[in-house]
């Protein structure tokens, strides 16, 4: 299979170049010159027989003094091969790419990540501005010649631009690059500013919204506000001490995150996990979930005005965290999953407290359907907005249980099964109407469906070592290893480029959050405020992943 | 039962008799006896139904509540209206300044006023016009002036939108609210709350009304709730989606007046409800039981008059916490597809069967 | 017609299912409530014994630890928390010069309680204690110093482990330079 792809991607661009070993690491990697890239896209993309559509991310990379970007194509229709493609700039000086933000709509905000940390413009970008930097910051920071003094900090008080402008740049028909800037709201536009501090922006988020009336007519996310460079401090950290980061992404699906870096590190050292740790890591992953989609249900109600849900959901997700605490020691940030196992044995309380969770959970969940899913008040308002149909969900890459309710079958635990995942049976929980209804009851559903993998695993821990033998000193072999798993909001990707040191030359995290958020525009148009909040809140999504 | 009006009338004629004051004398001192009673009991309904709130609140919500400050948190409130009296009012920049301070004036006034006419027990009512139940519908809505003026004062985007909401909300449910008393009305054949209260007499008129005056209560509640700006009506506040609303940019005593003031208007609309359909100050008689009759008697008629609020008072709090908010659209069309025909068909009705 | 009906079953459904609703409120007004008492319940709180509260340095009752001072510590913590101060001392025994610990310093402030210390340490030198009443007035405070006044270091965690604990520290400085 891998064979014909290489076949049909040098049919249809002959200058691409295979790269590496593609056979075991069952994608296939290629290298696009920029002049042919935004081309092979399209047709990657509009091919009836490949159908890449879901463009999972576009890492920037400086390897090298070469200054270039990875995307990972993956095709919802076809079980293909992910394709990897590298395209590099010509020089560093004044990098330009060209953009393919008008093939996959979740290239528009990864695409102006890259230029905010690499300064690579991409021509016919529709809005080239910095994402989660400062207008006023100097230089790139990921790329390997910052220089980290160049920017101090700033103890002063500075006004506010009330209109930001953006800049834009366009191939016009002799090849030529021109520059334009742009406003990028009206003076005549009713635009509010939602946040960054605001009580249901679940963060430090700010949207600045264009009303009409009620009716929202545009919006513009801003990020950055709780930007830690998280993946510039984990090019200085071992990979042991980064696993402490990745909690610190999605803190609400902590244990997944820092799992899925644990599997990265495994696999790239060809480790072998023991039985016993892989089945504890499943069920904290799935405890995880469950606290997450809680907090999730929680406070989508309490955005609707239902105080009282929230503090219900906060009250069972308490029983989650002593389950975590007894065992780990931690609540929210478990500091559990290690490389090669869990970091201590399970506690002997543990499955007894488990087990005595399942049941009082399923009570509570029959509790909530009564007091805020029949509520016709409720009902009305989450059925009555907020759609977003399967191709744009996939268009926008929104994964996890918010993708599933628009009807895409994008679960990584069916998909790539890692972990303990293909020795339990459970559904994938899906809809096909993409209302906020179906987001928001898509989330109940796999709270149903996590506990039953629990109670699948819980009583079958097998014995033996909790965790494997590892150096001292962990160094990853040379290469490029990806590795995603389903976090409590969708595919979280981790990308590492190791140059054989104990520290990684490149990491890039895949936020599932910022796809979300870059959903949001297309699905609130037309709708009203209190609509955005609500459809905020079935999005679910968590700043600090997207901001890292 | 005691009749309070005893007390009034021997004071009148301790004024008047007894120390020989000229009418003019006598009427100042009285109007300014009556003010005090009235504004302490204002500032004391406030402060009880502020601890009440939260303390059932915090049941609904498997918590404790208030519970630091005293005894079972019981000055928890006092501590709060401290605080908010020593607070600063924050000046806001390019704001109408005098619109702005005025605002929550209006809010308090217009509920202030409505205390003069509610008849908290026998005897106990300063002024029993002829027209009350009018009357206490005019002013009671004099609060929405305040509100769309905070709105447009503050020049803040969210209390614009909040005040906008808000004018929308109350203009619409003032007429199902004012429909559905016309039930009482037309039950009593009065417009006078002394006399709507003493037809109930042998019965109220939820009992005595059926369906019809159950009905209307029911819908009463609800319109009333809507225009006390309160969960799950609270669309003008919004915590979640406009921070407060209206009153987002005020601070210190002008908020507190806000605050005090949403929680008198709860009061008002339990006290009209109960004053309508539940026969405000009057005891439970049930025609035929003379001797039960006779010891409900002996329960004094402002505690029947406030037990029954509280009553009024628990169910909306219980809606409240149990309930998200609506969206603009489904407000007004629960109240012109839904309340509003109901309560024309009821009215209707009730309006046919009394005459038959 | 058929709208009126669909008007009136929506509107009877509605009511019932506010009710409902309403129940489920009533029976939690009605449940024992979740709040925890907190200063009051001092000494019934369920405290579990894993809980990572702050890092300490457990000792004997001769006042001996077993800090051999590796520095392995020094070297996982991503935060740069912990500070290890050694100095080298010559055996009076033996005449061979090993390092001592002077101070271990901890600066609860920057601590992400990420376990890693107390993963490493090759000794079980340091622990989590579960005392969670760690606020301070003063962020002075939060530096501690860990090992206690003149206290010195088990004398029979050094001839057994002494091997194991240099060839730790001799790795980790070698992959070090």
């Not at chain 1, 010649?145 to 631009?161: I, R």
């Not at chain 1, 899925?260 to 504890?280: D, F, H, S, T």
């Not at chain 2, 929550?104 to 008849?119: C, E, H, K, N, Q």
């Not at chain 3, 913590?77 to 390092?99: A, F, H, W, Y």
């Amino acid at each position: 299979m891998i064979e014909n792809l290489k076949q049909r991607v040098l049919t249809l661009c002959p200058s691409a170049k295979m790269m590496g070993e593609y056979e075991e690491s069952k994608m296939l990697t290629i290298e696009v010159p920029n002049e042919n890239w935004h081309e092979l896209a399209v047709s990657l993309r509009n091919e009836k027989d490949l159908q890449f559509d879901y463009l999972q991310d576009i890492i920037g990379v400086d390897d090298e003094g070469r200054l270039g970007i990875i995307c990972r194509l993956f095709s919802t229709t076809y079980a293909q091969t992910p394709l990897v493609v590298h395209v590099w700039t010509d020089g560093r000086e004044c990098p330009e790419l060209l953009s393919v933000s008008d093939v996959w709509n979740s290239a528009n905000l990864y695409e102006r990540e890259v230029y905010d940390y690499f300064g690579i413009r991409f021509v016919n970008h529709p809005d080239m501005r910095r994402l989660f930097l400062r207008p006023d910051w100097v230089g790139y920071p990921l790329r390997k010649d910052y220089d980290m003094e160049s920017n101090p900090l700033v103890l002063k008080n500075e006004p506010v631009a009330d209109f930001e402008r953006s800049e834009r740049l366009e191939l016009d028909s002799n090849g030529r690059i021109k520059e334009s800037s742009f406003q990028l709201f009206d003076d005549k536009e009713y635009v509010v500013s939602f946040g960054p501090q605001h009580p249901s922006t679940h963060g430090v988020l700010q949207l600045r919204v264009s009303l009409k009336g009620e009716t929202v007519q545009r919006i513009d996310p801003n990020f950055g506000y709780i930007h830690r460079g998280i993946e510039k401090m984990c090019e200085e950290y071992t990979y042991p001490q980064i696993l402490h980061l990745t909690e610190r992404l999605d803190y609400l699906s902590a244990a997944i995150n820092r799992h899925g870096m644990c599997l990265l590190c495994e696999k790239a050292l060809q480790m072998e996990v023991p039985e016993r740790a892989v089945y504890i890591r499943t069920i904290f992953d799935e405890l995880t979930r469950i606290a997450s989609h809680l907090l999730g249900w929680a406070s989508m109600c309490n955005d609707m005005g239902a105080i009282t849900a929230f503090i219900y959901g906060m009250r069972d997700r308490e029983k989650i965290m002593d389950i975590f605490e007894e065992t780990t020691g931690g609540r929210l940030f478990t500091s559990y999953s290690v490389i090669g196992g869990v970091s201590q044995d399970i506690h002997p309380n543990f499955q007894k407290r488990v087990k005595d969770f399942l049941p009082y959970m399923r009570k509570m969940l029959r509790e909530y359907h009564t007091l805020f899913t029949n509520n016709p008040i409720a009902r009305q308002r989450m059925t009555s907005a907020g759609h977003l149909n399967k191709a744009t969900a996939i268009a926008y890459g929104v994964t996890g249980p918010s993708g599933r309710a628009s009807g895409w079958h994008n679960d990584v635990r069916k998909i790539e099964p890692y972990a303990a995942y293909s020795k339990v049976n459970f559904n994938e929980v899906t809809d096909t109407v993409g209302g906020s209804f179906e987001r928001y009851y898509v989330r109940l559903d796999e709270i149903l469906e996590s506990l039953a993998i629990i109670e699948q695993l819980v009583d079958n821990i097998p014995e033996g070592d909790y965790k494997a033998k590892t150096k001292a000193i962990i160094k990853l072999p040379e290469g490029e290893f990806f590795e995603r798993v389903e976090n409590a909001r969708g595919d979280f990707g981790i990308y590492v480029n190791s140059h054989g040191d104990k520290s990684p030359y490149r990491i890039k995290f895949r936020s599932p959050s910022m796809a979300l958020v870059s959903a949001l525009d297309p699905i609130v148009k037309g709708e009203k405020i209190a609509d955005l909040i609500m459809i905020g809140g079935s999005l679910d999504y968590v700043i600090p992943c997207i901001d890292r | 039962m005691f009749d309070f009006s005893v007390i009034t009338c021997w004071i009148d004629n301790l004024l008047r008799v007894e120390w020989g004051l000229p009418d003019f004398w006598t009427l100042a001192i009285e109007f300014v006896l009556v003010g005090v009673a009235l504004l302490t009991a204002y500032a004391l309904i406030a402060l009880v139904l502020i601890y009440a709130e939260r303390k059932i609140c915090g049941f609904f919500q498997c918590r404790i509540g208030p519970n630091r400050v005293g005894k079972w948190g019981l000055l928890q409130v006092v501590a709060d209206m401290i605080k908010i009296l020593t607070k600063e009012i924050i000046p806001i920049k390019r704001s109408d300044k005098f619109l702005f301070l005025m605002a929550p004036f209006f809010v308090i006034i217009g509920s202030i006023l409505t205390f003069a006419a509610l008849p908290f027990g026998l005897g106990l009512q300063a002024i029993d016009f002829n027209i009350g139940v009018v009357y206490i519908l005019a002013v009671s809505s004099l609060g929405v002036i305040g509100i769309l003026l905070a709105g447009w004062s503050s020049n803040n985007k969210y209390s614009l939108i909040g005040a906008i909401r808000s004018g929308a909300q109350l203009v619409s449910y003032e007429l199902s609210a004012g429909l559905s008393l016309m039930v009482a009305v037309v039950l009593a054949g009065t417009m006078q709350l002394s006399e709507i209260v003493e037809a109930q007499s042998d019965l109220w008129f939820i009992f005595k009304g059926g369906i019809f005056a159950f009905v209307a209560f029911v819908i009463y509640l609800i319109a009333g709730h809507a225009e006390t700006n309160r969960g799950p009506f609270d669309l003008a506040e919004a915590e979640s989606e406009l921070t407060a609303g209206y009153h987002t940019e005020y601070s210190g005593i002008t908020f507190g007046f806000y605050y005090v003031a949403e929680y008198t208007n709860l009061f008002i609309v339990a006290a009209i409800a109960t004053t309508m359909f539940l026969g405000g100050w009057m005891p439970l008689h049930i025609p035929g039981f003379d001797a039960f009759n006779a010891v409900m008697d002996y329960i004094p008629t402002p505690i029947w008059f406030f037990g029954k609020c509280a009553f009024c008072i628990f169910m909306a709090l219980w809606v409240r916490w149990s309930y998200p908010r609506l969206r603009i659209d489904q407000l007004l069309k629960l109240e012109w597809k839904v309340l509003m025909p109901i309560t024309l068909v009821n009215l209707a009705a009730v309006a046919v069967a009394v005459t038959m | 017609m058929k709208s009126f009906y669909l008007y009136i079953k929506e509107l009877f459904e509605g009511i019932c299912n506010l009710i409902l609703g309403l129940k489920i409120s009533m029976m939690n007004f009605l449940r024992p409530k979740v709040t925890e008492q907190y200063p009051e319940n001092r000494k019934t709180a369920q405290h579990f014994d894993r809980f990572r509260a702050r890092l300490v340095m457990p000792h004997n009752e001769k006042n001996e630890h077993k800090c051999i001072a590796c520095g392995i510590c020094e070297m996982n913590c991503p935060n740069g928390t912990i500070q290890v101060l050694s100095s080298m001392v010559e055996d009076p025994e033996t005449g061979r010069k090993k390092k001592v610990l002077d101070k271990y310093i901890y600066d609860l402030g920057t601590c992400t309680f990420c376990n890693m210390c107390v993963t490493s340490c090759p000794h079980k030198a340091i622990a989590w204690s579960q005392d969670f009443e760690q606020a301070v007035f003063d962020r002075d405070r939060l530096y501690c110093q860990l090992n206690a006044e003149g206290s010195h270091v088990e004398s029979k965690t050094i001839p057994t482990p002494k091997t194991e604990g240099k060839q730790n520290t001799s790795t980790v400085n070698g992959q070090e330079s």
